[in-house]
């Protein structure tokens, strides 16, 4: 049995250094994914780039069901520095957001509702 977890320990430990030495980190260039990008699936905006550094994101562009408010983007980031600003009507509850574009988001923002 120890020599079966021995065996287990050093097959992990050259996975991961194999991962740290040939593997390139994310965004390795330097480059981050920029902006909030509706995917027009939900709402009446349609598919399009909001303006930034200070994203609005208004009740129109998603769509309220009940309490909560739905939005879906296609891209969704927030760099330092940057926010991004829920509104709704005061019968808004709960805003419920999702990304659909494949890639991950980077949020290093400030997230705020209103």
Not at 4 to 11: A, E, P, Q
Not at 13 to 29: E, G, H, R
Not at 57 to 66: A, D, L, T, V
């Given at each position: 049995?120890?020599?079966?977890?021995?065996?287990?320990?050093?097959?992990?430990?050259?996975?991961?250094?194999?991962?740290?030495?040939?593997?390139?980190?994310?965004?390795?260039?330097?480059?981050h994914p920029q902006g909030i990008k509706l995917d027009g699936t939900i709402g009446t905006a349609g598919k399009i780039e909001l303006p930034g550094p200070?994203?609005?994101?208004?009740?129109?562009?998603?769509?309220?069901?009940?309490?909560?408010?739905f939005h879906s983007f296609q891209?969704?980031?927030?760099?330092?520095?940057?926010?991004?600003?829920?509104?709704?009507?005061a019968s808004v509850q709960n805003i419920i957001s999702r990304v659909t574009g494949g890639s991950a988001s980077r949020i290093d923002g400030k997230l705020a509702s209103t």
């Open positions: 049995m120890l020599k079966t977890h021995s065996r287990i320990t050093r097959l992990i430990s050259v996975i991961i250094i194999f991962l740290f030495l040939f593997c390139p980190p994310l965004y390795a260039d330097g480059t200070n994203y609005a994101i208004k009740p129109e562009y998603g769509k309220q069901s009940g309490a909560n408010l891209q969704f980031n927030i760099h330092s520095g940057e926010s991004a600003t829920f509104s709704g009507p």
